[in-house]
């Protein structure tokens, strides 16, 4: 379970750092994609770096913080 923290940063670190997964989702409506990876270099690996893709991070009890855009 993801703890309280006081300020939002603080529980967007704290599940990058213990993050289950990471998603990368790209697009808007019907062509909106979403891919799982393993780590957040695999995510930024696959994705065209154009500031497009919403890389997140995903905890183990499904909470999740937007990390970056690429």
């Known amino acids: 379970m993801t703890p309280l923290f006081e300020t939002a940063a603080e ?5 990058e750092a213990n993050a289950a997964y990471f998603t990368a989702i790209r697009g808007v409506g019907r062509t909106r994609t979403r891919l799982e990876f393993p780590t957040k270099a695999e995510a930024l690996a696959d994705q065209p770096g154009d500031g497009r893709t919403m890389i997140y991070a995903v905890a183990p009890d499904g909470a999740s913080a937007h990390i970056c855009n690429h």
């Open 11 to 15: 529980r967007d670190d704290w599940i």
